[in-house]
């Protein structure tokens, strides 16, 4: 457990806090808790074959037509720290 917490320690000060200029306790606390739901619920793990933690895997598109023209949506977190990426509907 301890070298999990140490992984998740270490993304969050590379991904975020070495990236960010945290004002006060209110900032830090805000920008944690955004990066938590960031990293649970959109960003992609290898270990988990590109899902998040929190989210179920996608179902592999089988049909050619599919993926020939895909439209993704960039959503911006923390100002742009955090970028999600999403098919449009």
Do not use: K
């Not at 089988?62 to 977190?77: G, L, S």
């Amino acid at each position: 457990m301890n070298s999990i917490m140490e992984r998740w320690i270490q993304t969050c000060r590379r991904e975020l806090l070495d990236r960010t200029l945290i004002w006060n306790q209110p900032h830090l606390l805000h920008a944690l808790r955004e990066f938590e739901t960031f990293y649970n619920e959109h960003r992609p793990h290898r270990t988990l074959r590109q899902a998040a933690p929190l989210r179920p895997l996608p179902e592999p598109s089988t049909i050619p037509t599919e993926t020939t023209r895909i439209d993704i949506r960039r959503h911006d977190r923390l100002g742009g720290v955090l970028r999600e990426y999403a098919h449009a509907a």
